[in-house]
């Protein structure tokens, strides 16, 4: 089955750029939607948006103005670049596969989460 | 935004009892409902898609059902395994995806 892992630094400065990095095991990142999710400590779970493998991406428009989310298919990973970040923005951060069945989407493959500190 | 309110925010039970968690969404999202069981320090795992599809691998204890705006997840006979948090998802408005706020089942 279809392992995801993210990579990134676990500590950001307030105002910086937080970039965060998702490896798909298999080959099917051309083949479904790829997805980033977060969860401040002790709260609940947030969407942040999702690329599909053209390109196309929708996100939360609360992030809308800071995000870029992109698809690297050569290499089966995508990434998130979170702009300009602020305390409210540490959080562990996941990356999710986003299926589509003929009556719903789902996130049914997670990674096991990175915890990102925003600090100076 | 479709906002999904879940209730309880938390209960105790015991091994063995049965478990109703209900998530009411603010406006029709047909059958785009799915539910997520979360382990402290663990990525969510996804349990039931479209409202009542058991995900594969998921014990059948485990079922969802749907009446207009609510859906419920009931677990039939809890496990010790199963004390854990849950989160139902819509995906009706792809444009938006929404969680609700969760339940944390713990034991009684």
């Known amino acids: 089955q279809v392992q995801l892992q993210e990579s990134g630094p676990g500590l950001v400065k307030p105002l910086e750029t937080l970039s965060l990095t998702c490896s798909v095991s298999d080959g099917s990142i051309g083949s479904y939607y790829w997805s980033w999710i977060r969860q401040p400590p002790g709260e609940g779970l947030e969407w942040i948006g999702y690329?599909?493998?053209?390109?196309?991406?929708n996100s939360n428009p609360s992030l809308k103005s800071r995000l870029s989310i992109s698809v690297d298919s050569s290499k089966n990973q995508f990434s998130l670049n979170l702009r300009s970040v602020s305390a409210a923005d540490t959080a562990v951060y996941y990356c999710?596969?986003?299926?589509?069945?003929?009556?719903?989407?789902?996130?049914?493959?997670w990674g096991q989460g990175i915890l990102v500190t925003v600090s100076s | 935004d479709i906002q999904m309110t879940q209730s309880p925010s938390s209960l105790s039970a015991s091994v063995g009892d049965r478990v109703t968690i209900t998530c009411r969404a603010s406006?029709?999202?047909?059958?785009?409902l799915n539910w997520y069981q979360q382990k402290p320090g663990k990525a969510p795992k996804l349990l039931i898609y479209g409202a009542s599809n058991l995900q594969s691998g998921v014990p059948s204890r485990f079922s969802g059902s749907a009446s207009g705006t609510h859906f419920t997840l009931t677990i039939s006979s809890l496990q010790p395994e199963d004390f854990a948090t849950y989160y139902c998802q819509q995906s009706y408005s792809n444009t938006r995806l929404t969680f609700g706020g969760g339940t944390k089942v713990d034991m009684k």
């Open positions: 999710a596969r986003f299926t589509h069945y003929y009556d719903s989407s789902c996130f049914d493959y």
């Open positions: 690329m599909d493998s053209s390109g196309r991406t």
């Open positions: 406006q029709s999202i047909s059958s785009y």
